[in-house]
């Protein structure tokens, strides 16, 4: 069964950058859309981007200036970037990956399918 | 503000139904792309509830059924049951902005 596992500094400074790294365990990374997702404290879930495993990458343009994100597939990771963060940064990151039909062994995936699989998630908090 | 919008709280007592809607625009649900929805235990991650619309994940019991209809979407709950008590979002996407959406978040409180 296909685990994920956020990890990073739980404290960034204001103005530094946030980095974080997403582990895929049980399960192959290619072939799959990988998002980042994150929770304020006691508000909804934002979408901040996803990445195919090729490396092609689509951001929420209310962040797209300030984010990268990036895959390396021999280590199975996936990893975010925000840069110039501030308390409004402040929330737990997670990462999910991307459903993916298979119709007699032949897989498609699409950005627009549904988030199967959640990592625990991890908690951020911009302060000095 | 979301893209998608939610009621933000609904409730029921246990063995009721309820329905949580979702409604979107013409660059979202009503262009076709799907809907799927996510509940929330208090405390834990997102779990997919409802894919493609009307899909049940393995494990989901068929008492979480899904629906779409022009560019709105709604999710049923029957016989409510305590631990159904969570916060339910949906998600599509936006083919305007080019990105994936989120409703703002429906909290279910079972009385």
């Known amino acids: 069964q296909v685990q994920l596992q956020e990890s990073g500094p739980g404290l960034v400074k204001p103005s530094e950058t946030l980095s974080l790294t997403c582990s895929v365990s049980g399960g192959p990374i290619n072939y799959y859309y990988w998002s980042w997702i994150r929770q304020p404290p006691g508000k909804g879930l934002e979408w901040i981007g996803f990445i195919y495993s090729t490396g092609s990458a689509n951001y929420n343009p209310s962040l797209k200036s300030r984010v990268t994100i990036s895959v390396d597939r021999p280590k199975k990771q996936i990893s975010l970037k925000l840069s110039s963060v501030t308390a409004a940064d402040t929330a737990v990151y997670y990462c999910a990956r991307h459903r993916q039909d298979c119709t007699k062994g032949v897989c498609t995936t699409y950005y627009y399918y549904g988030l199967a699989v959640w990592g625990q998630g991890t908690t951020v908090t911009v302060s000095s | 503000q979301s893209v998608l919008t939610q009621s933000p709280s609904v409730s029921g007592a246990p063995g009721q139904r309820v329905t949580i809607s979702c409604s979107g625009s013409?660059?979202?649900?009503?262009?076709?792309?799907?809907v799927h929805w996510y509940q929330q235990l208090p405390g834990t991650a997102p779990k997919l509830l409802i894919y493609?619309?009307?899909n049940r994940p393995s494990g989901v019991p068929d008492r979480f059924s899904g629906s779409k209809s022009g560019t709105s979407a709604s999710l049923a709950i029957t016989g409510l049951q305590a631990e159904d008590e969570a916060d339910y979002y949906c998600q599509s996407y936006d083919g305007s902005l080019s990105a994936v959406v989120f409703g703002g978040g429906t909290k279910l409180t079972v009385l």
């Open positions: 493609k619309n009307t």
């Open positions: 013409s660059s979202n649900i009503g262009a076709g792309y799907d």
